[in-house]
């Protein structure tokens, strides 16, 4: 039996101190367990359940045998169940094969109950849980809540620092969302509403400690009113997934708590939530792939106020513009009022003309206009409240539910009116006016109340807290179609992010941090729910601690954004003027951030614990390096280096460029000191200036010959947008490259945004070389360690729809290879992205491992006489090249291929 695979095991009724070191006998004799190669889920015959982890060097009992799902009825919980049945069982989910147990269990009072435990063979340590009541007696039955995964783990090992917790509730006081765990600590976690306007959130919690972590949410398609209460114990800590929703369950009557998991894991809060991601992605729900501009450094006039003229913003352009700003936000204060989206007069003597002069303005400049706007609200006063009273959200007493920032009220986003009148404003603001995309604030955006309004005739006053979501994918439907590179995004003003929101925002900033270390850990947060290359904003650089700490956003790879006044700043306090000596501060950090790009590399979350790891420690994964951020308010010592693959790799200071010392993998440590912050740039050793791309290594692939999910997931990547000479794209495409070994093949997923697609309908030869690259292909050309700086290499292209020709390429010529490598295309026309998966045959005369030799490329456009199309190269094959004839077959240029850690 393998080791990711789950399996059962009867134990009778032996104390568990036997099958376990760590247990102890006088907690519970267990009657049955399932377990993975991560965590063991024991339960004795009262259906209590005890969680064990597996993934350390000995079984580790994280918790005691705790009545883990349950009902409270009459304020008391009704947990006690007498085990009648435990069935085995392979099972199909959505989320891959597994291994279920399914449970049942009665009670005095005639309720059973029934579990079904199911561990996914490629999510070790993820448990899904599906509990449901019966009640079997002839009475009905009063339930107060429901409890899912309720746990207390145990208390930790002396001076192992005790516990962490990551929390996906908002609140009020906007408090952080990583936090240690101390002694009477106390968190609700309701994902519903904690204030007039703040509530939703991303259900799930997380509670960890140095050498494991237990988190806890659910897997429902919408947003539900479920708590995730934590509460410190003396030294232990309490989770759980609790519903408040009394009802009555009926004689023969059946309830189902929502989908539930638990994840038992190692290092920080990141790992359990890029876990959810990914459960959540094979249901369907996934943050989009950004736009390209979605990268690229931000000003926001906010610098300003509301106060703010046309005058003061068109004189800061020029210098944003010097500084390497490519985008332009006008931020509130530019409407008659919250709810009237007209351009106020008073600013915008000529209305809709002189915003669309000013976007042109900032179009002259090479850059791109955003416009704030904050849906969802409606002030008193506005024509839209008064000629719409109708869109009010309203609570069960019919009184209106305050927005408190701007004075507002709530309007409800599951009536269709209020969507309706949605869609019009972003139709104006992006298909009339001009701008390039929406900034969307707010702390009331990210979840609502119950809405009781009888106009909207709702069947449940839930409807408008599950359609938030519905909501937002109207805002973003619209906008990308007048605009298909139109950016939103949404800043829910220092709430915890609704994951139920994220499939429809495409940038999501620090939203209003408190402190840099608000920055960091947010940035890791959403890096994990959106994905490792999501375009998340560290903010206006001047909400950092400080005012001006980039190195808080460029070192976690986010991307950088300020809100400078230049060259005067009309406000007699709290001034934003950007000085002489601010100025070089800003440059510094800006060049660096565009020369870097780190927001697009692929971040590494997993490598260090944000609560135990000092200094504090983030990694991206970028252009063939690993770009190293510390910090600590002083530091003076050694850091590891994790991460690391084969070889010898330079170290050199990314602000200063300053060469640090050399290291490998099983010499990864410097000494360093630092005030701060420090970055460091870490490429491996090479013999020239080549490309490097990283392939991670799979002892094994699915049942279709391809990597499983969670191993393309994993895998490292390598990103372009510039053509075949190293040039930038002028137009929205870019690739992204996922790369991982086996032991006789390379396997590549391209990930392609694109703008149009030309395809064949078919081939036109399955055995001569026909001419593919005329339409939209991508290409891999791989050569092999002896046949390095020879004209010898496999070509292989893959079309949008499909089609796959390879080719031998020799410097006698070409032929045509038949049914070696294998491909698959799926095309997603709604976010106009493109994926190929190929799979290429590896084969070395000497069955060397190293020096494979590789290049990436993409033709798009109809290729042929008098046609025009966009070539782009991973590495260019065109560099420096005064010949205006494209050449993808210049060995010489192909990059290194290296084998991740």
């Not at 897997?219 to 989770?239: E, H, S, T």
Request: charged share 20%; proline share 6%.
């Amino acid at each position: 039996m393998t080791a990711r695979r789950a399996f059962l095991q009867w134990l009778g009724a032996a104390p568990l101190a036997t099958q376990i070191p760590s247990a102890r006998a006088a907690e519970g004799k267990g009657q049955v367990r399932v377990q993975d190669a991560a965590v063991s889920l024991q339960f004795d015959e009262q259906m209590r359940c005890r969680i064990v982890s597996l993934a350390g060097r000995q079984p580790v009992a994280l918790t005691g045998y705790d009545t883990s799902e349950h009902l409270v009825v009459g304020g008391k919980p009704l947990g006690r169940f007498t085990m009648q049945k435990a069935e085995p069982a392979r099972v199909a989910t959505p989320f891959g094969a597994g291994q279920a147990l399914r449970l049942a269990g009665r009670s005095l009072e005639g309720i059973e109950k029934r579990v079904t435990v199911t561990l996914l063979d490629e999510h070790p340590g993820v448990a899904l849980l599906d509990v449901s009541y019966v009640n079997t007696g002839g009475k009905p039955l009063a339930i107060d809540a429901w409890v899912n995964a309720a746990h207390r783990l145990a208390a930790t090992p002396r001076h192992a620092g005790g516990y962490w917790t990551y929390s996906g509730a908002s609140h009020a006081d906007r408090r952080d969302w990583v936090q240690p765990v101390k002694r009477g600590f106390e968190q609700r976690n309701f994902l519903g509403m904690n204030a007039s306007d703040y509530g939703g959130g991303t259900p799930v919690v997380d509670v960890w400690r140095r050498d494991v972590g237990l988190a806890v949410g659910h897997l429902a398609l919408q947003p539900l009113l479920v708590a995730l209460p934590v509460k410190a114990a003396g030294d232990r800590v309490d989770i759980s997934l609790r519903g408040d929703v009394p009802q009555t369950l009926a004689p023969g009557a059946t309830f189902a708590t929502p989908p539930t998991f638990l994840a038992v894991h190692r290092g920080d809060f990141y790992v359990p939530l890029d876990r959810y991601r990914r459960l959540m992605a094979a249901q369907g729900l996934a943050a989009p792939e950004p736009p390209q501009s979605a990268y690229e450094a931000q000003w926001c006039a906010w610098g300003y106020e509301r106060d703010f003229s046309l005058d003061y913003v068109r004189a800061t352009l020029p210098k944003v513009q010097e500084l390497g700003f490519k985008w332009a936000v006008l931020d509130d204060g530019w409407q008659v009022k919250t709810g009237d989206w007209t351009p106020d007069l008073a600013k915008f003597p000529r209305g809709a003309a002189d915003m669309k002069a000013l976007v042109a303005d900032i179009h002259a400049r090479g850059m791109k206009a955003r416009l704030w706007i904050a849906p969802l609200a409606v002030a008193p006063g506005s024509d839209e409240l008064h000629d719409h009273t109708d869109l009010l959200l309203l609570d069960k007493d019919g009184a209106a539910q305050d927005v408190t920032w701007w004075n507002c009220f709530y309007i409800c986003p599951a009536y269709g009116k209020t969507q309706e009148r949605l869609a019009e404003t972003i139709r104006m603001i992006i298909g009339d006016w001009g701008f390039d995309g929406l900034k969307v604030d707010g702390q009331h955006l990210n979840g609502v109340a119950p809405c009781f309004n009888p106009k909207h005739q709702h069947k449940r006053p839930e409807e408008s807290v599950e359609a938030v979501s519905a909501f937002y994918k109207v805002m973003h439907d619209v906008a990308h179609a007048a605009n298909p590179e139109a950016v939103v995004e949404v800043c829910p003003c220092g709430t915890s992010y609704a994951f139920h929101n994220m499939p429809f925002m495409d940038q999501a900033p620090a939203s209003d941090p408190l402190s840099s270390w608000q920055v960091r850990h947010k940035g890791k947060t959403l890096k994990a729910l959106m994905g490792p290359w999501s375009a998340y904003a560290g903010d206006h650089v001047e909400l950092s601690t400080g005012g001006q700490d980039f190195a808080s956003s460029v070192g976690i790879g986010a991307v950088v954004a300020t809100k400078f006044t230049w060259p005067v700043d009309p406000k007699p306090k709290d001034s934003f003027l950007l000085t002489p000596e601010r100025e070089a501060h800003w440059r510094q950090w800006v060049d660096l951030y565009n020369r870097q790009r780190l927001a697009e590399g692929r971040y590494r979350g997993d490598l260090y614990d944000l609560g135990f790891d000092k200094p504090e420690t983030h990694v991206v994964e970028q252009d063939g390096a690993l770009h190293y951020a510390f910090y600590a308010d002083r530091w003076d010592g050694v850091v590891a280096l994790r991460g690391l693959g084969a070889g010898t790799w330079t170290l050199r200071d990314a602000l200063a460029g300053t060469v640090l010392g050399k290291v490998t993998a099983d010499k990864p440590t410097l000494p360093v000191r630092f005030t701060h912050s420090l970055l460091i740039e870490a490429r491996p050793d090479a013999p020239d200036a080549l490309p490097v791309a990283f392939a991670g290594t799979i002892a094994d692939v699915g049942t279709d010959g391809f990597p499983r999910a969670s191993q393309w997931a994993d895998a490292p990547a390598t990103f372009f947008r510039h053509d075949w000479q190293g040039k930038p794209l002028a137009g929205p495409q870019s690739t992204r490259v996922l790369l991982l070994r086996g032991a006789n093949h390379l396997y590549l997923r391209f990930i392609c945004k694109f703008e149009a697609l030309n395809t064949f309908d078919s081939a036109r030869s399955a055995t001569d070389i026909w001419p593919l690259w005329e339409r939209d292909v991508v290409e891999v050309f791989l050569q092999a360690p002896e046949r390095a700086g020879l004209k010898s290499y496999r070509e292989v292209q893959v079309s949008p729809n499909g089609l796959l020709q390879e080719i031998a390429v020799e410097v006698s010529g070409k032929r045509r290879i038949a049914a070696e490598s294998r491909a698959r295309a799926h095309i997603d026309a709604q976010h106009k992205v493109w994926t190929a998966d190929l799979a290429v045959p590896m084969r070395s005369a000497g069955g060397a491992g190293d020096g494979w030799r590789l290049n990436l490329f993409r033709v798009e456009g109809q290729g042929g006489a008098g046609k025009q199309q966009v070539l782009s190269a991973w590495s260019p094959t065109g560099k420096g090249s005064g010949s205006g004839t494209p050449d993808f077959h210049v060995p010489a240029a192909f990059g290194r291929l290296l084998t991740a850690a």
